[in-house]
């Protein structure tokens, strides 16, 4: 059919179904309590149309359906007004046309051009080829962020909907998208507060890299879904009838745990799905009889749906008087349902509930104005990351680990003496806490108490704990503090400060070891320097120079017969003194790349087929994940051109994803069974008369695998073991781990990386 269109009927076609796309997104807006800016969107779109016209996506779609679809998820899932919607639907035309910003500027105004600008610049790398391009564009990201808020969420909505749309694309871009998700927008996702949109990055960003196990848990849940409804309503019935004598608006959702997260604890439990017991909660969304009586609501309900179910009694969670610094709000409770199963039931105000789905965003639509106090918390974690990046490290891959580190914490809640209560990271020590109050309590602290106790600075905090810091003029930062401290701020400070104290002394060191050369009548110059170095085993010269500077190190008798001897009889000292270095010269050369390799160019478009021969020469299996035929793996191109193989879930690939994403080339395994590979399975069960003995018989006898190393333990009734043995691929570890099932006594049977 569509081949007898002609050109004009088709580009007609498109042109209708952009108008409608366009017009959706027009009715969606003013549907909001936003001001009703329609024009300036109007001619946002019509600008943005007119440059991208022409223009296809890689799926075939006209190019300005992505910035629509990108307008339309800031709009409905993330909340905000027209200012964004104009800048979603300009985000490409900078990067992807010949506009510039000031064209934006001239026609739409300072604000949009700037948010469009920062957008811009983040864009760059992304499908770029420079390596590691994309921990810079982070870092640009995160600075860009402080100066405008959306432009990050803005970008978290265009990456959702490239995730959306990533089926089109060529499976090493696939990977790579999907591992930056993982990697980056999921949890800056979780951090703004953004949990829908959080939720659906990491279960795509799995779908691509996992899309067996995806189906296979998509079956299982859909399978189990009308056992599930019959629990839920046999559960809230009589909370329902409750909630309708209070006289309180309402309604109930049941929330079914993602894909990713089902995955996920499979994996950390090792527990198979069946043995999953909260994929089923309840939430309770009401609305406040007044705003004034928004918590205590909260706890009305509470206190009469526990005389329903019993709670469990350790695990109410009040998120309610204590909001996260993502700004969420809720009260959890775990009850326990009358077939016995613990249920966990969130309960929120309408406000709350916004805020959990839509972030701090939705703060803007009950603050009439804008502004206000809500935002601190955003600020303050906004500045915490301005902080480091104010001192800016030579790698950028370092850094993204440290940003991660504070991505991925949750929360602590601490008190000062006077009783002002902080939020801190989880696993934050006393120096942590002595750094976040201020730099200079942090160099000078000597001890904490906590909760009135003594405790050492590397102390980790729990929440609730009171803490007090102590502090002395006389104390100075150490080197190994770097270990005592938990949290990115801190651990940039002091390495801060140290490098400096470490430049004085070496400053301090050079003019002191000058002086003393001179004195001797010995040469100021790189050899002489070079042989005090090697006297007092120092790798370089500015380690020995940092050393006299600091007064560890007092030039002596020792430093004076080093340059006697060389006028006349200790030739057997330079001799070794030369070997040493010929030494060490020999082991750089051997470091360096090899030139007369294969020189062909590996394609990182095409799939590389995994074959035995390839494996057992040229491929590289990766020590940190140890993969084996038939996992779901990647090739990773190092820079000597080789490739190493690694497991798509591993975290060394997901780093190099993000940050070499143009050196990840796709796989596909194409062995037979000649060569064996390494792995461990996790064994526990009840100990008992014979169980171990049998374990083993499966292996060796049943299954005739050669077992490697096997390491049992048994405590309190409870054995659990680790066995290394070689099989040939994941369909040898399956039968080994579905035989070891069938033992009598043996609970939990499981692959694990070590
Ligand atoms: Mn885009």
Not at 308 to 331: C, E, M, T
Not at 578 to 595: A, I, L, Y
Request: glycine share 6%.
């Amino acid at each position: 059919m569509e081949e007898h269109l002609s050109l004009k009927e088709k580009e007609q076609a498109e042109e209708a179904m952009i108008q409608q796309a366009f017009q959706e997104l027009l009715t969606d807006y003013l549907a909001t309590k936003h001001r009703k800016r329609v024009e300036i969107i109007t001619k946002a779109f019509n600008f943005a149309n007119q440059a991208h016209r022409g223009i296809k996506r890689r799926s075939g779609e006209p190019y300005i359906m992505h910035p629509i679809a990108v307008a339309k998820i800031v709009c409905n899932e993330i909340g905000l007004g027209s200012t964004s919607i104009c800048a979603a639907l300009l985000h490409d035309v900078v990067e992807d046309t010949d506009y510039t910003v000031e064209d934006i500027e001239n026609i739409f105004g300072h604000k949009i051009a700037q948010i469009v600008d920062g957008l811009t610049k983040i864009s760059g790398g992304i499908f770029g080829d420079r390596a590691s391009a994309q921990a810079e564009n982070f870092k640009k990201l995160l600075l860009t962020m402080s100066d405008d808020i959306r432009v990050i969420l803005i970008k978290i909505a265009d990456r959702l909907h490239n995730m959306r749309t990533l089926g089109s694309m060529l499976p090493n871009k696939q990977y790579k998208i999907a591992g930056e998700t993982l990697y980056i927008y999921a949890p800056l996702a979780h951090r703004l507060g953004l949990n829908r949109i959080k939720t659906e990055l990491e279960n795509l960003s799995f779908k691509y890299e996992h899309p067996e196990e995806y189906a296979e848990i998509e079956k299982k849940l859909a399978a189990t879904a009308a056992e599930r409804d019959k629990v839920f309503q046999e559960f809230t019935a009589p909370i329902r009838a409750q909630l309708d004598k209070m006289g309180l608006q309402y309604h109930i959702l049941a929330r079914v745990k993602s894909i990713y997260s089902i995955w996920n604890k499979m994996q950390t439990k090792h527990v198979p799905f069946e043995e999953i017991y909260d994929i089923l909660a309840v939430r309770i969304v009401f609305k406040p009889r007044n705003m004034e009586e928004e918590l205590n609501d909260c706890f009305d309900i509470y206190v009469a749906i526990s005389k329903i179910y019993k709670p469990h009694p350790d695990r109410l969670r009040d998120w309610v008087s204590h909001p996260k610094s993502n700004g969420y709000q809720a009260l959890h409770v775990t009850l326990m349902a009358n077939n016995g199963q613990w249920i966990e039931v969130q309960i929120r105000s309408e406000r709350m509930d916004d805020v959990a789905e839509q972030g701090f965003a939705a703060h803007w639509k009950y603050k009439e104005g804008g502004g206000g106090e809500d935002e601190g918390e955003l600020e303050r974690w906004l500045h915490t990351i301005k902080e480091i990046l104010d001192d800016p490290q030579p790698d950028a891959i370092d850094f993204l680990d440290t940003i991660k580190l504070n991505l991925f914490a949750s929360e602590i809640f601490v008190f000062t003496p006077k009783g002002d209560l902080k939020t801190m990271p989880q696993d934050s020590t006393a120096l942590d806490f002595a750094f976040s109050l201020h730099t200079d309590i942090g160099t000078h602290c000597i001890g904490a108490k906590v909760n009135h106790k003594l405790v050492p600075l590397s102390h980790r905090l729990n929440s609730g704990d009171q803490v007090e810091i102590l502090t002395s003029k006389a104390q100075r930062i150490q080197p190994e503090w770097v270990g005592f401290v938990t949290t990115a701020r801190a651990k940039a400070k002091i390495t801060e400060i140290l490098r400096k104290e470490e430049k004085i002394n070496q400053q301090k060191g050079e003019a002191l070891l000058n002086e003393f050369l001179q004195k001797e009548g010995v040469p100021v110059d790189a050899s002489s320097v070079d042989r005090l170095t090697n006297l007092h085993n120092f790798h370089t010269p500015d380690e020995l120079m940092a050393a006299i500077g600091s007064g560890k190190l007092v030039l002596g008798d020792a430093d004076r017969n080093l340059f006697k001897e060389k006028q006349g009889k200790n030739w057997k000292k330079l001799l070794s003194f030369s070997f040493v270095k010929d030494n060490k010269e020999g082991k750089d050369t051997k470091e360096e790349p090899k030139q007369e390799g294969k020189p062909e160019k590996i394609d990182t478009k095409k799939i590389l087929k995994l074959t035995e021969e390839a494996i057992s020469k040229d491929y590289i299996m990766a020590e940190c994940c140890h993969p084996i035929p038939g996992d779901d793996v990647l090739g990773y191109i190092d820079e000597h051109n080789r490739v190493i193989i690694h497991k798509r879930q591993c975290p060394v690939a997901v780093k190099l994803k993000s940050s070499y994403g143009n050196r990840i080339i796709a796989t596909e395994w194409d062995t037979h069974k000649d060569l064996s590979f390494l792995v461990t399975i996790y064994v526990r069960g009840i100990d008992g008369v014979g169980v171990l003995n049998e374990v083993t018989q499966v292996i060796s006898r049943q299954l005739n695998v050669n077992i490697r190393k096997l390491v049992i333990d048994a405590i309190d009734g409870i054995f659990e073991g680790k066995i290394q043995l070689y099989v040939h691929d994941v369909d040898d570890v399956r039968t080994i781990c579905n035989n070891l099932k069938q033992v009598q006594n043996v609970k939990e049977v499981a692959r694990v990386e070590d």
